[in-house]
């Protein structure tokens, strides 16, 4: 059985929520994942909502009869300038010789629409619950986000920055945004300066992109600590190579409550495979049922 979509306008952003037909007992508590697509996609094409399908089946299928200890949802959105925000298509190209597939601020315009929507993250938990539930039907008490290509450099940003966001799954996605650049721009042929890389945008990425903070830290200093973050990559990824992630993933702390995992999938490229879809689903069941079964 497939989930169910529910649209809502909250504070004019088009959001579609994701639950299970069979999710109706109302004394179960809900966690809810906030799960987004890539570059030049949106909310609706096929391969990100078959991976919300995905995850529904893995914790609702029948191979998966066993009672949950919390019940899921998931809030999918468009990014800015995608699918039902769209503005200009071209301002989501990247960097090109041919002048029709050229985005000369290809930098700029990718890191405000990650940062975007991690701070459209941020609102959706202060508000979402009121339109989702508006008579308390149902209880939201935890937060978790994952997310596609962009949708994953979103979720490193948003879990450095939203304390109530307890899980991440970045998915094939950078944390190190100047690795990754400054990578794609030599590749490119573009000098990975101004005009391509504004100054002011190098000073805020320098004081606050994911890879720039404490994440090796072993205190409250260090925003990862005590979160649960499963990171699935491809090993022949060519727009976000292992290499530009590798340093950060290995050397994160996530301490003694937190839980890290990492899979690079061998000749995966820039995809999310059915085996990462399914290592998400994996991830979110142990969520739902609060860790019983993992190994902190």
Known sequence: ??????????????????????????????????????????????YF?????????????????????????????DHRNHGRRLVDNQRNFVWSKDPKKNNDQHAVDLYTIQTGSAQDVSFLIDHLPSFLYPSRERTIVEWGMGGISVGGHSTWIALSREPRLKI????????????MMSQRAASSGVPFKPPYYPDSLKAYVDANDPAKLPYRAKDRSNPYLGRKILVLSGEMDPLVPWATVSEFAENLEVGEEGIKRIVVEKGAKHEPTLRMQQEAGMFVKQWLNDWSSAKL
């Open 1 to 46: 059985m497939e989930p169910s979509k529910q649209t809502l306008l909250v504070g004019g952003l088009i959001v579609d929520v994701y639950s299970h037909p069979s999710a109706t007992d109302p004394t179960i508590p809900i966690h809810a994942l906030f799960f987004l697509h890539g570059r030049l996609g949106s909310a609706q094409v096929p």
């Open 49 to 77: 909502v078959n991976s919300i399908k995905t995850i529904f089946n893995v914790n609702y299928g029948s191979a998966n009869p066993s009672p949950r200890k919390k019940d899921l949802i998931v809030v999918a959105f």
């Open 168 to 179: 991440g799954i970045p998915i094939i996605a950078c944390p190190d945004f100047t690795k």
